[in-house]
Structures are given as structure tokens and as C-alpha cells.
């Protein structure tokens, strides 16, 4: 199956955080203005990519998203907010958009610090390598424990929804450590946003209230005053 969503890119690279040159960056960014919703966790001590994900995705847009694995950027402190701004900053430098927003998630090792040179560097790699069908090597890309990669899709006569997930026994509780990423190219507003994924994620559950320290989930669409009716 051919993974694409007009609109949408995507890219999986190796930039050396995992040992044996595995995937381990993935970028996903959305090609004009979109609407944008997330779950996150409900743990007191979030990872820093948590914390500086939920706080821009209040405003409720989002042009990319960018993801490390091997390493989970969690208990860093100081140090660990400023390398998960500094992901955003680099991605939002790269591609000409506002860095309030690129949303970013980390997914590993707990308690170890990013290696952030190789990050810094393999950022531009990742910006050059995106494709419309790159879904394949992001979804490789955002892998930990897991066996195989995930990803779904749907299509109908006027919309695509794509979907990557990561997690290998991580499903409770509220998603544990899942992270889950949905793109869609069908136009929808800010509010049907929010409601649509909450009543998929965990029906009854307030916004930022599901899964783990440190994995979001979120879904993007094209903003609705973007498109001709």
C-alpha cells in the first residue's frame, strides 16, 4: 500500500542516537496551515517534550512534528527543556514556519541526555529527506521495544486519515507509553478537532489527560479558512 495524505510529509533518517544505525528521527509536517489536537499525559512529572508540546498545542496549530527515539528525554530538568525547545527551534528554522508551531516528542531511555549534536545535525537531513511517502520510515523511525512498524489508513472519494503508532505492550493504562500520530487532508475546525480525538483516545477524559510521561498523541488536519468551499 502506497501511505500518503496530500498535504502531508514525512521522513525517518538515522542520526545515531540508537547504536546499531537504526531510524531514530522522524519528521512530519504539514505543508500549509492546519488545525491540530493531543492527548497527553497525566503523570505530575511529564517528560520535557510533554511540556513543551501540550503548552503549544493549546492554540490548537501545528505545521510539524518531530520525534527522537533511543533516548526519552525525560528527567532532565533544565537541560532537557531547553534540548526539546531547541528540537523545535532548529525544525522551525529549517522550514520557515512559527516555532510555536512545531510540536516535539521523545521516546526511549529515561534519564539520559539528548545527544543534541547529532540531533542538531540530523534535523536538516530529515528536512531534505521529506516525501509524501515517507510515512513508512517515520513510522521505523519513532520504534522502540516494538517488532514492526505501525501505521493504518482510510481512504474515501474526498479525504485521507493516516495514522503511525509506536508501543509493544503499552496500551494501559490510558495509552501508556503509546505515541500515536494522525494526519488527515478533510478539513476540520478547531472544536470538532478536539472532540473527535478525545472521543477516540478516552471518552470522558479532559484535554492533555491522556497517555504516558512522555508520548502525545495528536492528529492534524488543513485549517478549514485555508480551503475554497
Known sequence: MAYRVPGFRAAGISCGI??????DLALIVSDR????????TRNRFPGAPVIVSRERMRRGRARAIVVNSGISNVANGA????????????????????????????TGVIGRPLPMARISAGIPKAVRT???????????????????PKLAQIKTRRSTLLGI??????IMPDLATLLVYIVTDLA??????????????APGVEPDAVASRTEPTLRHSPDLREMEL
Open 130 to 148: 521529506l516525501s509524501a511517502t515517507g510515512w513508512m520510515s517515520a513510522a521505523r523511525a519513532i520504534l522502540t521495544t516494538d517488532t514492526r
Open 188 to 201: 476540520v475546525i478547531e472544536v470538532q478537532s478536539d472532540g473527535l480525538l478525545l472521543t477516540e483516545v
Open 18 to 23: 540508537k547504536k546499531r544505525g537504526e531510524l
Open 79 to 106: 537541560r532537557g527543556l531547553r534540548d526539546a525547545q531547541r528540537m523545535t527551534d532548529i525544525v522551525a528554522q529549517q522550514l520557515g514556519v512559527p516555532v510555536s508551531e512545531v510540536q516535539v516528542s521523545s
Open 33 to 40: 496551515p492546519t488545525t491540530a489536537a493531543g492527548v497527553f
Open 165 to 170: 503508532a509506536k508501543g509493544a505492550g503499552m
